[in-house]
């Protein structure tokens, strides 16, 4: 029987968590230990040899491992947050560009560094003040918000 309904694909410009090209890249098999669902694009903490959670409060530079890459294999429902669900296996970008969620305008170039805890917890920002300086990683385009942005970085997860 075919399709004869209004079935289409959506295919927007970027998206939180989405490979920005395709330059070499890494990612690494983590379970998500959090207690919750994690956004896809932004920075995540180890949790343990196999797993990851939030970057909490006290987090430092050495606890971050990578960006949560967005999976488009996993079904979401209408309305919940798309991201990695509680104890399960996601991908977690250690090396290459990556679109993660800000909090305010970045500059290309600026250095990133990462919210620890709260209701931001993991999103990038190019403020230094109470955040994580994450060594090799830049902003590589420039926005005029908060939103989403290009992130080019070498983690070693």
Do not use: C
Not at 43 to 58: E, I, L, M, Q
Not at 86 to 110: F, K, M, P, W
Request: no cysteine.
């Amino acid at each position: 029987m075919p399709i004869t309904g209004g079935y289409t694909l959506n295919h927007g410009d970027r998206y939180a968590g989405m490979v920005v090209d395709a330059q070499i890249n890494n990612s690494v098999s983590k379970l998500n230990k959090s207690g919750g669902t994690v956004p896809w694009g932004v920075f995540v903490a180890r949790d343990g040899d196999d797993g990851f959670t939030t970057v909490g409060a006290g987090a430092d530079a050495t606890d971050i491992i990578g960006v949560l890459r967005r999976e488009l294999n996993r079904a979401q429902v209408d309305g919940a947050t798309g991201g990695a669900p509680e104890n399960r296996d996601a991908s977690v970008l250690t090396t290459g560009t990556i679109y993660v969620h800000t909090t305010g305008a970045v500059n290309q170039g600026d250095p990133v560094h990462v919210i620890p805890g709260g209701a931001d917890a993991g999103k990038a920002t190019a403020t230094a003040t109470n955040n994580v300086a994450i060594a090799g990683a830049k902003f590589i385009e420039t926005t005029t918000g908060a939103g989403i942005a290009a992130v080019s970085l070498v983690i070693g997860g």
